[in-house]
């Protein structure tokens, strides 16, 4: 009777213990909290790193900038690109090296000979005037802009340069170096790609003696650093890349003087970003220039002769540079930078066809001695726009 009694008492309270467990819905082991803690942890841990690594980078784009050197019309160039009636292509001219001129952002050519147009006669050196259809060539190679300020500018006067305005403007391929009136030199040249404002000023030395009309200093701008420094500064704060164009330093000479050191680190420290060179109508090294507020500027001292009646002694060799430009925005604040420098070496032909000088047979070692002089300051400069 006893043990029916303990058996039946010890029932019992396993039926109370399974009913307390079932109602308070715990484990009689309470191992399950621990766990779900730690799993809790890990969750957190997991969704916290992701968080970071979803942090947005700095908002950025980039752009790419091309220039060629002289466009420098000699007599017997425009003679070979006739094709009957006063009628004048200059497109097959340029034709193997049209895909390179195309391939930036933005290119810019510097047309040394107004092209004033036939009805007004052409001309050679001394005193240069050049058929519309160069501008014509260089549209459908893709320049975007072209630089006027050189010591060739006055060669035939104002209603050579009017005319010449006048059809880049029917082109339109803006200009800048030469201006219409005094209005139209106070507007900078600017052009926006990617979200990247450039803008453009032109500079010469001189003007083969000719003078500048007194009551029409805007036909062709003169290097003056006062007024240089000024229109440095205020397309500073009109862009985010200023170009400068320096028509400057001595004729054949393949390295730069020190008045072109001085004069275009001088801009660079003001506020150009880039820095081109003509007249020396040979190549002279690139360079970078680490400016005073901690970036740097490109420099290309001298780009050549691109398409010219000149040859001989590295005047028929040219190029185009290219400079990619990254812009980032962090913290409300932009910057800008300059990287990848490139240079594609060009060579005219006796029939005043451009050709890439890695295609010229025949011109193996002079590429090499080429490549050698460009990068001498600038190491990393690649010989390709790929």
Not at 126 to 139: H, I, R
Not at 346 to 358: N, S
Request: hydrophobic share 40%; proline share 5%.
């Amino acid at each position: 009777m006893k043990k029916s009694l303990f058996y039946l008492t010890f029932l019992v309270l396993i039926l109370i213990l399974s009913s307390y467990s079932i109602i308070t819905n715990e484990p009689v082991v309470d191992e399950t909290p621990i766990v779900v803690k730690e799993e809790a942890s890990e969750q957190e841990a997991e969704e916290k790193g992701s968080t970071e690594e979803e942090k947005p980078a700095p908002a950025g784009s980039t752009a790419t900038l091309a220039a060629i050197g002289d466009i420098l019309i000699h007599d017997r160039v425009y003679d070979l690109a006739e094709v009957g009636n006063g009628v004048y292509d200059f497109m097959p001219m340029l034709a193997p090296v049209q895909p390179y001129i195309g391939e930036a952002d933005i290119t810019v050519a510097n047309q040394e000979t107004m092209i004033g147009g036939v009805d007004l006669g052409l001309s050679s050196y001394p005193s240069f005037n050049s058929p519309y259809e160069v501008g014509d060539a260089l549209q459908e190679s893709g320049v975007d802009l072209v630089t006027l300020a050189n010591n060739h500018t006055l060669d035939r006067g104002e209603n050579v340069i009017q005319s010449a305005l006048s059809y880049w403007d029917t082109l339109g391929i803006p200009y800048t170096g030469s201006f219409e009136s005094a209005e139209d030199q106070q507007t900078i040249r600017t052009i926006e790609k990617n979200g990247i404002v450039f803008s453009f000023l032109a500079y010469t030395y001189g003007t083969n003696g000719i003078p500048v009309p007194a009551d029409k200093p805007y036909l062709v701008n003169l290097i003056d650093w006062p007024k240089m420094e000024q229109e440095i500064i205020k397309a500073k704060q009109q862009s985010d890349v200023v170009v400068v164009s320096l028509h400057f330093g001595q004729e054949y000479e393949r390295m730069p003087n020190e008045m072109q050191k001085e004069l275009a680190h001088q801009a660079a420290n003001t506020g150009a970003d880039i820095v081109i060179g003509h007249h020396p109508h040979v190549l002279q090294p690139l360079e970078w220039v680490e400016r005073e507020d901690g970036t740097r500027a490109f420099i290309a001292y001298s780009l050549g002769n691109f398409l010219s009646g000149q040859k001989w002694d590295y005047k028929d060799i040219g190029g185009i540079m290219q400079i990619k430009v990254e812009k980032t925005e962090a913290n409300g604040e932009e910057t800008i930078e300059l990287k990848e420098p490139a240079f594609v070496p060009t060579f005219v032909e006796q029939g005043y066809v451009v050709y890439p000088l890695k295609d010229v047979e025949g011109k193996e070692a002079v590429y090499e001695e080429i490549k050698t002089h460009m990068s001498q300051w600038m190491p990393e400069l690649q010989f390709s726009l790929e």
